[in-house]
């Protein structure tokens, strides 16, 4: 039997604990995180001497802006109308209003008178006598005028009656009758009718 004669008071619980983080480990950090540091720093630097950049031409063109505002602003004051531009461009304004009323004057006569006398043609035709022919018909300011011959006198004054009842005459009063006879020649005779609502004026 053999017997121990060194005693092992070795443990592991004595040793040291191992640290993760070490000297060298921290250095490495720190100098990546300084370099970081420097890089985002010059990189805010540019971006922000870029805007200034930006900025300071934008604040140069508003000035120029304002100014050429001001100056635009002054012209437009101090600039007045041409009394010879006022004057024809008034005149050629009256001229054109009067133009464009007359050519709506024009184009409701012409209308009326083209109506009227086709209504006029047909109540001629209603009417139509025999002895009565008309020679001449003529529409003034809404005022009729017939002349013609009849063979037979006492048909003048039924064919006026006659006339009273059409659309185109009705309305309309008789004013002035005129009648002649030449030797050998037929009853000659001018009609002229005018609206009683002229008259009444």
Known sequence: MTLKTRVNLYSLALLPPVQRLSFKRLTQALFFM????????????????????????????????????????????????????????ELLTQQVELKQMLIGELS???????????????????????????????????????EGFSSAPNSVPLWVERLKSTETLKGHAFAAMAMSRGEDKPLAFTLTSKAETEEGK
């Open 34 to 89: 300084f370099v970081l540091f420097t890089m985002a720093s010059i990189t805010s630097y540019v971006l922000v001497s870029g805007l200034e950049a930006d900025k300071a031409k934008l604040v140069k063109k508003k000035s120029s802006l304002d100014k050429q505002k001001k100056s635009l602003e002054v012209a437009i004051a101090k600039r007045a109308p041409d009394a010879k531009l006022v004057d024809q461009v």
């Open 108 to 146: 409701q006569r012409e209308a009326l008178t083209s109506h009227g006398y086709s209504m006029l043609f047909k109540d001629l035709a209603r009417v139509a006598n025999s002895d009565i022919w008309l020679n001449r018909i003529r529409v003034e300011n809404n005022e009729f005028i017939f």
